[in-house]
C-alpha cells in the first residue's frame, strides 16, 4: 500500500539559510500534519492542513510557513535557520471521517544546521 | 491544551516477560489514543489505538486499556521479544485534531 512520501530524507543547511521539506500523503488522504523531533524527544505539533487550509496550528516558528497544494501534498518552508531546527521533521496525513481517523506518519526529514 | 504523561521513560524486561507502559491525559474531551512505536531514526508506525468508547482492544501480543473517568490508558506487550525493543509513545486526541504525545518510553527487551 502506498505510504506517505517526504524529500528530502536528509538536508544539510548553513545558519540563517532557507529550506523547503516536501511531503505526498497517502492518496485520498486530505489532511497533513507537520511535526518536528528533537534527538530523544516525542514529535511536537507544528501545523496542520485539511482540503488545502490551514487546520491547526502549534508550535511553528514565525520564520517558517507551510501550504498544502491543490493536489493535496505540502511544503514546509523554513527561512533564517538556526542550529536549534536541527531535528526529525515527520509528516503524516490522515484521512478525516474516515474508518481509522489516525495518522500515518513519513520516513521523515532529517534537517541537519551547521 | 491536552497535556499527555507517560511512565515509565525507560523499562527493561527480560524475553518473554510482560510490558506495561501507562500514560494519562488531561482533556476530558479526547476520544481517541494511538500508540506508535518508534525505532531509532525512523518513523513512529501505528501499533495499536483505542477509541473513547471502547474499554479495552487487544491484537496478537498487544493489548490497550481505557480508563475515561480516570483519564489513562496503558499499552500491555505480552511475551515480548528482542524485537520489541523500540520507543513507544502514546497519543491523545480529539478526532481530526494533531496528536499531543506523551515523552516516550524506552523499552529494552533483555534476551
Known amino acids: 500500500a502506498a505510504g506517505v512520501i517526504q524529500s528530502p530524507r536528509h538536508l544539510i543547511k548553513e545558519k540563517r539559510e532557507t529550506a523547503t521539506l516536501k511531503c505526498y500523503p497517502i492518496?485520498?488522504?486530505?489532511?497533513v500534519y507537520w511535526y518536528q523531533q528533537g534527538p530523544g524527544q516525542d514529535p511536537q505539533f507544528l501545523i496542520s492542513f485539511y482540503e488545502k487550509m490551514q487546520s491547526d496550528k502549534g508550535s511553528i516558528p514565525d520564520r517558517f510557513s507551510a501550504q498544502q497544494f491543490s493536489d493535496y501534498h505540502s511544503e514546509l518552508n523554513m527561512s533564517s535557520l538556526e542550529l536549534g531546527d536541527s531535528a526529525l521533521y515527520f509528516c503524516?496525513?490522515?484521512?478525516?471521517?474516515?474508518?481509522?481517523?489516525?495518522?500515518?506518519f513519513g520516513p521523515g526529514t532529517r534537517l541537519t544546521v551547521l | 491544551g491536552e497535556n499527555v504523561e507517560q511512565h515509565p521513560s525507560t523499562l527493561s524486561v527480560q524475553e518473554g516477560d510482560s510490558a506495561v507502559i501507562k500514560c494519562t491525559y488531561s482533556?476530558?474531551?479526547?476520544?481517541?489514543f494511538p500508540w506508535y512505536k518508534q525505532e531509532l531514526g525512523k518513523r513512529p508506525q501505528l501499533i495499536i489505538d483505542?477509541?473513547?468508547?471502547?474499554g479495552e482492544k487487544k491484537d496478537q501480543r498487544i493489548a490497550v486499556t481505557l480508563n475515561k473517568t480516570a483519564k489513562h490508558f496503558s499499552l500491555h506487550i505480552t511475551e515480548t521479544q528482542p524485537e520489541d525493543s523500540a520507543v513507544y509513545f502514546c497519543a491523545a486526541t480529539l478526532y481530526g485534531q494533531n496528536f499531543v504525545f506523551g515523552p516516550g518510553t524506552r523499552l529494552s527487551v533483555l534476551p
Open positions: 492518496p485520498r488522504h486530505d489532511t
Open positions: 503524516a496525513s490522515s484521512l478525516s471521517g474516515g474508518i481509522t481517523d489516525t495518522q500515518y
Open positions: 483505542i477509541r473513547s468508547n471502547v
Open positions: 482533556d476530558s474531551a479526547s476520544n481517541y
